[in-house]
């Protein structure tokens, strides 16, 4: 089973146990089949879900049932996070997971404390009996422990144990691979391997911002490509604009200027999908050959920003599918975290999705938006990123990473601009 709040994901290697044959499956409900050697993981599947973890693209999760001892037909869908938390007696086996570890933990107990252990949780909750689980343990358990377990103690780096750790309870600020190691019994070892942990993290979130400094400089070098598209400033959308900008504007007349200018970016926005020419025939008998969209149009609001723009994009698209994400940019970093995700079933199928926020100004958030839709399979020209302010460098910086999806913009604003608008719009 795998825990998440989106800033951190404990996992356990349990959910990566094979599929069983028949005959297999036979056995297991017999206590005669070995669940703690390592042919019983499916490592190839582990490493490439890890793998994509650490990239920050999706990885769909097993479910597995011990009381069934198979896997389950759903999966759990996960985003990488600031931390991966890897638990499992085996998670050292495998190189190809060494090799992406960034800190290893063995914790170990005395054998006659995880057999006690065992047997209490194997009766509460997956339903064993005892001689069952007692006989595993002598048969499967205790020999597979001493061949495979143990002697992932060298590759953690320490030797001492702590015979009495159930939970870490850490608070970590970027994305990280904890394993398995031994600690070292007392809380000033402890202390020592979360600070540890600690330089580890801000060592990756100093790296983090300085390739978004980096990438900013390049990008600043560069005039905004064609395929964004800054709307004109005519007296109409100057005169929208000043009455938005004054702080003296009740709100009801900000939200009125506001949806009216939301949909002229909405209404932008639908140029950039794809059409196909169709005929129909007018009240007058006559044909007309027009367009048609050649798919579904969808859009996704990037929370809470987004769903200013959700009344025009309802007024210009009355039945438009749409969903949410909740992204936060971290100040001290501009590291994006998401919090929330619900996007529209088979969204990999529309023609077009428009991804709504009201302001962009380092465009991390988009960044990682933009991923989440990839991730989910739709085509980079397919998504339309509607915007009504943005800074100059965070739209040079979106559309340096995915060069071909559209921007549509309201206005250019100054670098660093606080958030605002959605404040104005809801009143609070």
Not at 29 to 41: E, G, K, L, R, T
Not at 140 to 151: G, L, W
Not at 301 to 327: F, Q, V
Not at 357 to 363: A, N
Request: hydrophobic residues 40%; contains cysteine.
């Amino acid at each position: 089973m795998f825990g998440v709040n989106f800033g951190l994901i404990f996992s356990t290697q349990d959910s990566f146990y094979k599929t069983l044959s028949p005959e297999e499956h036979h056995r297991a409900h017999a206590n005669d089949y070995d669940f703690d050697c390592p042919d019983s993981i499916d490592f190839d599947l582990l490493v490439h879900t890890l793998r994509d973890l650490k990239k920050g693209k999706k990885a769909n999760i097993p479910v597995y049932s011990f009381a069934d001892h198979q896997r389950q037909p759903q999966t759990t869908t996960l985003y990488s996070p600031r931390v991966i938390i890897l638990e499992g007696i085996l998670a050292l086996h495998d190189p190809r997971i060494v090799e992406m570890l960034d800190v290893k933990i063995f914790v170990e107990a005395d054998m006659d404390v995880c057999l006690g252990r065992r047997i209490l949780r194997d009766v509460r909750e997956r339903g064993r009996d005892i001689e069952g689980i007692v006989k595993q343990w002598f048969d499967y358990v205790k020999p597979s422990y001493t061949r495979f377990v143990e002697p992932q103690r060298s590759i953690s780096g320490s030797c001492h144990p702590l015979l009495t750790l159930h939970r870490l309870n850490l608070t970590l600020t970027f994305q990280i691979s904890l394993f398995r190691v031994v600690f070292k019994t007392g809380p000033l070892s402890v202390d020592m391997v979360v600070k540890h942990i600690q330089r580890k993290l801000q060592e990756k979130s100093e790296n983090h911002t300085e390739e978004l400094h980096r990438l900013g400089l390049i990008a600043a070098k560069v005039d905004l490509p064609d395929n964004v598209h800054v709307l004109p400033s005519t007296p109409q959308f100057v005169g929208m604009n000043t009455i938005l900008q004054n702080p003296k504007s009740d709100q009801e007349d900000f939200v009125f200027y506001f949806d009216r200018l939301a949909s002229i970016l909405i209404e932008r926005a639908l140029d950039m999908t794809s059409y196909i020419s169709t005929k129909v025939e007018t009240p007058q008998g006559n044909e007309y050959l027009g367009l048609h969209p050649t798919g579904a149009v969808s859009a996704v609001a990037i929370l809470r920003g987004g769903s200013c723009l959700e009344t025009a994009l309802k007024r210009s698209i009355p039945d438009c599918i749409t969903g949410r994400m909740l992204i936060q940019t971290n100040e001290s970093n501009e590291e994006p975290e998401l919090h929330y995700l619900k996007l529209p079933s088979q969204i990999e199928e529309h023609s077009t999705v428009i991804l709504m926020d009201s302001q962009m100004s380092s465009g991390s958030a988009a960044l990682m938006a933009v991923r989440v839709l990839l991730d989910h399979g739709v085509a980079q020209e397919r998504i339309v990123f509607v915007t009504c302010a943005a800074g100059e460098r965070g739209l040079k910086r979106l559309v340096a990473v995915f060069s071909k999806i559209n921007v549509i913009v309201g206005r250019i604003e100054e670098e660093g601009e606080p958030r605002w608008i959605e404040k104005r719009y809801f009143g609070c």
